[in-house]
């Protein structure tokens, strides 16, 4: 198949041209390459490669960053989004859009499935949902792949900044009561490629299976990294008073992935020993 991947030098964007260039074609564009707010330049290269499927991983990620940067939140998600998701409509291509667990709002108290109403409380996540609400409307043949807390060995993730805390800090604080699936971004990429190659599409929720709070990944992670000298204390959102709203609970379950039993994801604690591994 030929696959075209947009944000290629983001996290999942790499690993995935990394995994799926075993068995495709794949064309990677970065941000560099390819400014998915730059509607032309988007139709134009999508129109030249005509590929079978488009993964979309560009995005504004950084939750803060889009409270303070709303209009270039939505130019970049829902926007930028609309431009990728037209001129995969003119190719006839399959359009997968990368989501995320913000889309809800954390009330909940059981993981989400795919059928529970978003209702997101940030900027970052309402911009992705709008994208979402774009695919569904304009595209007949997509898979929406929400997906949470995503760590690998490179790129700037949870882990990785615990990880370089500790370098120079014998406390760190940690919130308690924030509640998500960490997802292993190697672990997500089998996923999706098992994922596109059925023809079931529609919503899709994606991550490493069981929970737990930001708090309890930090002792996991230094635990696994085997760091003892650093102390771990746990704090409320409120104290951390960050610009953006995170939902409290935004445990996902892979409901339609193993219904349609196409990957079974393993336990998020597995996954972060792999991650130790190499
Ligand atoms: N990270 C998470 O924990 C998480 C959780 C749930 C869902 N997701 C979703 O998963 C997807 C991938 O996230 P990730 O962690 O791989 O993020 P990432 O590492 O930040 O990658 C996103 C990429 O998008 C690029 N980008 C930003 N603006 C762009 C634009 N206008 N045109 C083209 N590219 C642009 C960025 O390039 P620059 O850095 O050069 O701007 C970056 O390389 C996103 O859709 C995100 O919403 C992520």
């Not at 509607?39 to 134009?44: G, P, S």
């Not at 409380?121 to 309402?126: A, L, N, R």
């Amino acid at each position: 198949m030929k696959i075209l991947i947009t944000g290629s030098k983001g996290q999942l964007g790499s690993e995935l041209v990394d995994f799926l260039s075993k068995d495709n074609k794949v064309y990677g564009f970065g941000h560099k390459e390819l400014d998915i707010t730059d509607k032309n330049l988007v139709i134009n290269k999508v129109s030249k490669i005509v590929p079978d499927i488009v993964i979309h991983c560009a995005a504004f990620v950084d939750a803060d960053g889009c409270e303070s940067n709303i209009k270039d939140a939505f130019d970049v998600n829902t926007i930028g989004s609309g431009n990728v998701i037209i001129a995969s409509k003119k190719t006839k291509s399959i359009m997968v859009y990368i989501s995320t667990d913000y889309v809800f709002d954390g009330k909940k108290d059981s993981p989400y499935i795919e059928s529970d109403i978003p209702n997101s409380i940030s900027v970052y996540g309402i911009s992705k949902y709008a994208g979402e609400q774009i695919v569904r409307h304009y595209l007949e043949k997509f898979f929406i792949v929400r997906t949470s807390w995503l760590f690998r060995r490179k790129g700037k993730n949870f882990v990785n900044t615990i990880l370089n805390l500790t370098k120079d800090r014998k406390e760190l604080r940690v919130v308690n009561d924030q509640v998500g699936s960490p997802t292993y971004v190697p672990d997500l990429a089998r996923a999706i490629s098992s994922l596109i190659s059925t023809k079931y599409y529609g919503i899709y929720h994606i991550t490493n299976c069981g929970e737990c709070s930001r708090y309890e990944f930090t002792k996991k992670i230094l635990e696994y990294a085997g760091i003892e000298n650093v102390k771990v204390t746990p704090i409320s959102t409120e104290e951390l008073n960050r610009p953006a709203s995170r939902p409290k609970y935004s445990v996902l379950k892979n409901f339609n992935l193993e219904k349609r039993k196409i990957y079974k994801m393993r336990n998020w604690e597995l996954a972060l020993k792999d991650f130790f591994k190499k």
